[in-house]
């Protein structure tokens, strides 16, 4: 069930660079989309989300970029710090209900 | 500590063998969900749960899986038989109406 797909696979930032993860999705009736943060060992944290009436939303350092013709959204990472590294999955919902969530992407922030 | 909360965090079984794990799904939360993560893949729906009544089931769960969870508040899923390729992280979300899902630490599944 590829239904959204993300890219990089991996990812390699300078300390106070940019991170930018990009992700797309099929299902038009999708109307909700979470990223989520995950570290070794752990489970996925909900870092932050959005919906399709919305072309961006900004938490802190944390930005999502929603593109609803190309079905097509972003994660950027301001001022990347080495505690940002962690795998980051998108994800995609109707309703809250049953995410799809994408193969995720391995950021590294070296120091 | 309010959030998911699973059991067992690590489980290695033989081949054949029966494993059940538990989720404890955050109070008032109807929706609960159990997914499976196979390493450097995302989180694979598996089934879900609206308070105690079973809505969906994904074509991943073979007739070796069961979910239950009675009275609508924990939940069980129990593995049958198990194989080397259930070797797998198991993830329990829970989640109010139409909201975003919270996940458990999950439980890491080895069989041997």
């Known amino acids: 069930q590829q239904q959204v797909k993300q890219s990089p696979q991996s990812l390699i930032v300078q300390k106070g660079g940019i991170s930018i993860i990009n992700c797309a999705y099929e299902?038009?009736?999708?109307?909700?989309f979470p990223w989520y943060q995950q570290f070794p060992g752990k489970g996925p944290a909900l870092l932050i989300a959005?919906?399709?009436?919305?072309s961006e939303k900004k938490e802190g350092r944390f930005t999502i970029s929603f593109n609803k013709s190309a079905k097509q959204f972003s994660l950027h990472i301001m001022d990347s710090q080495p505690g940002d590294s962690a795998t980051y999955f998108c994800?995609?919902?109707?309703?809250?209900?049953?995410?799809?969530f994408g193969a995720g992407t391995r950021l590294f922030v070296k120091a | 500590d309010t959030g998911v909360s699973q059991d067992p965090r690590h489980k290695i079984t033989k081949r054949g063998q029966n494993v059940t794990f538990r989720c404890d799904p955050i109070s008032e939360h109807n929706r609960l969900y159990w997914y499976r993560q196979t390493l450097g893949q995302g989180p694979e729906f598996l089934t879900y749960f609206q308070n105690e009544a079973q809505l969906e089931k994904s074509r991943l769960l073979s007739d070796r899986f069961s979910a239950e969870r009675p009275k609508g508040s924990f939940s069980t899923l129990e593995i049958q038989r198990t194989e080397q390729g259930d070797s797998a992280m198991y993830l329990c979300?829970?989640?109010?109406?139409?909201?975003?899902?919270?996940f458990g630490q999950g439980t890491r599944l080895t069989v041997v």
């Open positions: 994800a995609a919902s109707k309703e809250g209900f049953k995410t799809i």
């Open positions: 299902n038009t009736a999708f109307d909700y």
């Open positions: 959005i919906r399709p009436d919305v």
């Open positions: 979300a829970s989640s109010p109406f139409g909201s975003e899902a919270f």
